[in-house]
């Protein structure tokens, strides 16, 4: 019940310190399931998903201990149940990472049906299709995937379709497996080569991740390890596009700036300054923004993640943008609420037609999922007068305390209650001195 205050039309200017990347941190934390002895996991974002996570990880036997505000201590050595049906898991997408770690474990699981962001038919049957080709039954009964085999043995599967998910899930499967397993038509995407080095890095033997033919010969043990995760590619580019919405000057620091390639690139073309460091990328903009088009492609091309706050940028540039969305048929569905802004945005099918130059007014919204409430805080920020965003929790699971951030660098956003009380979402872990 908790909403967003924000007065619109403020420069933002400073620095601002990038977390962890989620979509990494949630590969890398169910991937501990098959470790020997403690995993350390730091620079974990401290986000609702890593949370609950967390539970369920504790909810199949793992000791979870917190070090620090960003560390977390996982013992897998208790796990006994390769049972995860409880609603940690079916709250989040990224919980089927469960499947391939308990298979690859236990050679059996059995795991809730994930939920996550709705924004479109987001099927797993490449998962599926990769288990069964190393050689386990599996079916869905009930809500919940079901993975069963006497032996997994190392397989050539070939992706139908590019899928993180599935890229990722088969991975961690085959890690045990006997022999050599060969993904072919694999992402690219940095959180899996994050995932396959911190594999890598206990013991398994995988070659080939960020490119599309990933290699792993089976091995009998992955011993724990201490790891750190890569820094959030689609947070830093929700703090580069808001410097560019509002005319700021942003230094967005702790980055890999070669992630951010495809953003950096777009923003240039619209008349902003890029200027990139060893871990940073400054982003000045004078406000005098020019309209572009984007085509949301896997990695290396520009992230649908960050579609939904490039189409309420395009909204304030001169001249008209499209946008073609590659990943996801339905993920336009936040569009009713950029137009409570007065942002003119006509959409057919895959495709949205931005009309820039709007002069976007404050208004009441409702976050629809995760980057759609980050695209109205882009809208908000630049907007004249008072926006009030509702269902902060959509936005809570992938960006770590967003109003703090903002606010230091000159935002005036505020979170409040259902009453219109403050209530600062402040670090939610006690601190271990």
């Known amino acids: ?65 917190y070090l620090s505000e960003h560390s977390l201590s996982i013992n897998p050595t208790a796990i006994k149940s390769y049972i995860a049906t409880t609603d940690s898991v079916r709250n989040m997408r990224a919980s089927y990472y469960l499947v391939g770690a308990l298979l690859g474990r236990f050679k059996k699981a059995e795991v809730a049906l994930p939920g996550g962001c709705n924004f479109g038919n987001r099927p797993i049957d490449q998962h599926l299709k990769g288990f069964k080709a190393l050689g386990a039954k599996v079916s869905i009964e009930n809500g919940i995937i079901k993975a069963y085999a006497d032996e997994l043995k190392g397989a050539s599967i070939y992706l139908d379709v590019v899928s993180v998910g599935a890229t990722v899930n088969i991975m961690l499967a085959a890690v045990f497996a006997e022999g050599i397993t060969t993904i072919e038509n694999a992402a690219k995407e940095p959180h899996i080569v994050d995932c396959a080095n911190f594999l890598n890095m206990m013991g398994a033997n995988i070659k080939g991740a960020g490119t599309d033919v990933i290699r792993i010969i089976g091995v009998e043990k992955l011993n724990g390890a201490r790891y750190t995760i890569i820094p959030d590619q689609i947070e830093a580019g929700t703090y580069m ?88 048929e339905n993920r336009f569905q936040y569009i009713d609420e950029l137009k409570r802004f007065g942002c003119n945005v006509t959409v057919e099918g895959r495709v949205a037609v931005v009309e820039g130059g709007a002069k976007i007014t404050g208004a009441t919204a409702k976050a629809t999922d995760l980057r759609a409430g980050a695209a109205l805080i882009i809208c908000a920020l630049a907007a004249k007068g008072q926006t009030i965003i509702e269902n902060t929790r959509f936005i809570d699971r992938g960006y770590e305390c967003i109003e703090h951030k903002l606010r230091n660098l000159g935002a005036d956003i505020t979170r409040v209650d259902k009453n219109g009380k403050i209530s600062e979402n402040t670090v939610l872990i006690q601190k271990v001195n």
């Open 1 to 65: 019940m908790e909403r967003f205050l924000i007065n619109g039309q403020k420069p933002l200017s400073g620095e601002v310190y990038i977390s962890g990347a989620k979509n990494a941190a949630v590969a890398v934390i169910p991937a501990v399931v098959m470790a020997s002895d403690v995993c350390v996991i730091d620079n974990l974002p401290n986000i609702e998903d890593i949370r609950s996570l967390k539970d369920a990880m504790e909810n199949i036997g793992a000791k979870c201990e």
């Open 241 to 328: 596009i808001a410097s560019a919405v509002t005319g700021g000057d942003v230094v967005v620091r702790n980055i890999i700036p070669k992630h951010m390639d495809p953003l950096s690139a777009k923003l240039s073309e619209m008349n902003c300054e890029i200027i990139e460091g060893d871990d940073y990328i400054r982003v000045k903009s004078n406000g005098n923004l020019i309209s572009t088009n984007i085509k949301t492609r896997a990695y290396p091309g520009f992230p649908t993640d960050l579609q939904p706050q490039m189409t309420a940028l395009l909204s304030v540039a001169e001249g008209t943008g499209v946008i073609t969305e590659n990943i996801w």
